[in-house]
C-alpha cells in the first residue's frame, strides 16, 4: 500500500470507496450532500481540492493498495505555520493501524512543508480517531461542549494539537 496525491484519475476509485462507505462515515461525522456521491460530485471535489493545493493552502492523498483506495489523508486550512488534519479510513480497513499511519504521514508531510502546529478535532463518538492521534503525539487542548449536531444529538468535540519541527522552509 501506498500513498498518493490526489487526482483527476482517483474520481471513480474514490467515489466507490465513499458510497461503500458512506454509512460507516456517517455513524461518526456529518454527512456529505447527496450531489457529492457521484462522479461530477466526487470530480468537483477533487478539483477543488487541487485547486487549494495549487495556492500551498491544503495536501490531499489516498492511501491505495491494487488500485483500491483504503483511506484518505488531507492537511487542510494551512494558514502560516499551522494547519489541520483529516483522514478517513474505509470500514474494512478499521482495527488495523491504518488511522495511525495516516495520521503519522500526514505529520511527515506537514513538518517537510514547514508547519510547526497540526490540530485535529475529533468528536466523542469517535474513540477510534482519537487513539491515532495519541499514538502519533497529539495531546488534547481543548473541550468543545456540544459544539456539532450529529444524527439529532448535540455532541462534544475535543481539540488536539501537535508540535512539529519544520525540517524544510517552504
Known amino acids: 500500500m501506498q500513498f498518493e496525491r490526489i487526482a483527476d484519475k482517483h474520481v471513480v476509485s474514490l467515489l466507490d470507496f465513499e458510497l461503500t462507505n458512506k454509512s460507516y462515515f456517517e455513524n461518526v ?42 483511506a484518505r489523508a488531507n492537511i487542510k486550512n494551512i494558514e502560516g505555520d499551522k494547519a489541520e488534519i483529516g483522514y478517513r479510513v474505509a470500514e474494512q480497513q478499521s482495527g488495523k493501524g491504518i488511522a495511525t499511519f495516516c495520521v503519522s504521514f500526514l505529520s511527515r508531510q506537514a513538518q517537510e512543508m514547514g508547519i510547526t ?36 444529538t448535540l455532541c462534544n468535540s475535543t481539540l488536539y494539537e501537535l508540535a512539529l519541527h519544520a525540517t524544510k522552509l517552504r
Open 117 to 152: 502546529t497540526l490540530t485535529a478535532e475529533v468528536m466523542d463518538n469517535n474513540p477510534a480517531s482519537e487513539k491515532a492521534l495519541v499514538k502519533n503525539g497529539f495531546r488534547p487542548t481543548f473541550c468543545y461542549i456540544k459544539k456539532h449536531r450529529h444524527q439529532n
Open 29 to 70: 461525522i456529518a454527512p456529505r450532500e447527496d450531489a457529492f456521491y457521484s462522479l461530477d460530485g466526487v470530480g468537483n471535489h477533487i478539483n477543488e481540492l487541487l485547486y487549494l493545493q495549487s495556492q500551498k493552502r491544503a495536501s490531499s492523498h489516498v492511501l491505495v493498495e491494487h488500485n483500491r483506495i483504503l
